[in-house]
């Protein structure tokens, strides 16, 4: 099956067509100032992003106020393989990226979007996928198109690419949230946070290292309280 690609990736369009045959939607409609990904039957909006969920904040929030539910879709890569092509597409290499997802790093993007977590008409799914990253070689080592790299690199991402679906999470309220903590003491800090997280044996080592954010996320959400602070090191309990 070919995908466009204009101005969307090809991982974005694949879950486009998906979403939209799933919903019975119609996609790229405009309306009320502005450009769905999909409007289901039931008039409600879809939105996909696969990154800097942020941006969509303005746009949501628009939309919650003149009167629609809005359910955001996110895919979240728990495995990546990396695909190198040479200038003419041929295909030179295939390898697996040694960096694995896990769920608590979506708390890195709830950072921009932490004013609508508890909205009622709001609605978080993220989708765990298997991916594939592509890119060409280049003839001298280049700056990424983003201007990120530390170090230049003959080498350019052209594309993600979706592989699997391997699991949906949905979030809707509160609980749903807080359902991703994994057991604390009444009150806890981060560093009982990050422990508690590393006892996950089935998580990478580095998803401990989302505490602080998880934390900062939850809090400003209103989900947890600073209950008190020793030292340097603040404590917090759940809300209600």
């Known amino acids: 099956m070919a995908f466009s690609t204009l101005n969307e990736s090809k991982l974005h369009n694949s879950l486009k067509i998906l979403y939209q045959e799933l919903y019975e939607g119609k996609t790229e409609v405009e309306q009320d100032g502005h450009i769905y990904d999909i409007i289901t039957k039931n008039g409600n909006i879809i939105e996909i992003q696969t990154k800097n969920l942020a941006k969509l904040l303005p746009k949501i929030l628009d939309t919650i106020d003149k009167g629609h539910n809005v359910k955001l879709i996110h895919p979240l890569p728990l495995v990546t393989r990396i695909e190198l092509q040479d200038e003419e597409g041929k295909i030179i290499s295939k390898r697996k990226s040694p960096k694995k997802g896990n769920i608590y790093d979506i708390f890195r993007e709830l950072t921009g979007i932490y004013p609508l977590i508890t909205n009622p008409h709001f609605s978080l799914e993220i989708v765990e996928i298997e991916m594939t990253e592509e890119r060409v070689r280049t003839k001298e080592p280049v700056q990424s198109k983003n201007g990120r790299r530390r170090f230049r ?26 359902a991703l903590m994994p057991p604390l003491p009444d009150t806890f800090c981060a560093k009982d946070l990050r422990n508690a997280i590393s006892k996950q044996k089935e998580l990478p080592t580095r998803a401990a290292d989302n505490a602080h954010l998880i934390i900062w996320v939850l809090s400003h959400a209103g989900l947890i309280d600073e209950t008190e602070k020793k030292g340097r090191t603040k404590y917090y309990k759940t809300v209600g």
């Open 153 to 178: 690199r003959n080498w350019l991402k052209t594309g993600k690419r979706l592989d699997t679906i391997i699991n949906t999470r949905r979030f809707s309220k509160a609980e749903d949230y807080l």
